[in-house]
């Protein structure tokens, strides 16, 4: 069984920050990426960003230069440090982990509300 269990959402003002965290436990041998997503009212949920084994990063053009992800492996963390948030960016943001264990598997966290409203 996996466990993601995330934190880190909340309210803020337009132009504020919030840092998101992440955290992967249970029973997995190989992480092949960690990453996220949100899911904006009225629509369908998309990528935020994802970080892989190495290092390298891919982000949403929506969010590039405001938001970086980042990774702690001996913690299986992954964290998202949000600045400049902007009203659209209101969500709610699930931590998604990929596993190469079994030919590949998802993993989803239950999600955190971030709301950006002045």
């Known amino acids: 069984q996996v466990q993601l269990v995330e934190s880190g959402g909340g309210l803020v003002q337009p132009g504020g920050s919030l840092r998101l965290s992440c955290a992967a436990s249970?029973?997995?041998?190989?992480?092949?990426?960690m990453g996220w997503y949100r899911q904006r009212p009225g629509n369908q949920r998309e990528l935020v960003a994802d970080?892989?084994?190495?290092?390298?990063?891919d982000y949403a053009d929506s969010v590039k230069g405001r938001f970086t992800i980042s990774r702690d492996n001996a913690k299986n963390t992954v964290y998202l440090q949000m600045n400049g948030l902007k009203p659209e960016d209101t969500a709610v943001y699930y931590c998604?982990?990929?596993?190469?264990?079994?030919?590949?598997?998802?993993?989803w966290g239950k999600g955190t509300l971030v709301s950006v409203s002045s």
């Open positions: 998604n982990l990929g596993v190469v264990d079994g030919g590949g598997m998802d993993y």
């Open positions: 249970g029973n997995f041998i190989s992480i092949h990426s």
């Open positions: 970080i892989f084994n190495g290092g390298s990063t």
